[in-house]
């Protein structure tokens, strides 16, 4: 009976460090900036269609907002759009040269507020079309943490089956 415990409780303890480990790390932490479209300081040739802010990992739309004042005044246009982990923010069509504002509040994942503030010097009116990258800059696989979660899990519960049958095994040997 005694060696029953122990290969039970190693099992236990792998089983819930694995849990803890593919529950806690995936939605824990909040979003990180990664970089903006104009970039921050930037000058660009004409006042783009629109300025796409990048992060980690996709945002939440209720509370996220994005300012961009220029020469004339507010220049973003309606509400900020998320497509994966990007917040793209459309700027009014013939937006005038000058310098640009970029104030933004992103809602995280996890329901935290973060903010920014950025600013580009456009050398000529905009045409309202977007002049950036066809794909926003530096995408980060949202779904990488869970994928290596489940095969942290499948590696580990291996490891724990393979503890609990050398147990076992061992347990059965004198008896042979
Ligand atoms: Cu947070």
Known sequence: MSGRRPGRAVAVAVVALVLAVVTAAPASAH???VGSDPADGA???RTPGAVVLTFDQPAVALGTQV???GPDGTASTGAAELVDATVRQALVPGAPA?????AWRVTSADGHPITGESTFTAQAAGTGE?????EPPAAVDAGGAPAWGWVLLAVLLLGAAGVLA???RRRRGPQD
């Open 166 to 168: 050398v147990l076992r």
């Open 67 to 69: 300012v961009v004042t």
């Open 98 to 102: 000058g310098s640009y504002t970029v």
């Open 31 to 33: 979003n990180s900036f």
């Open 43 to 45: 000058s660009v040739a």
């Open 130 to 134: 977007y002049t950036g990258p066809a």
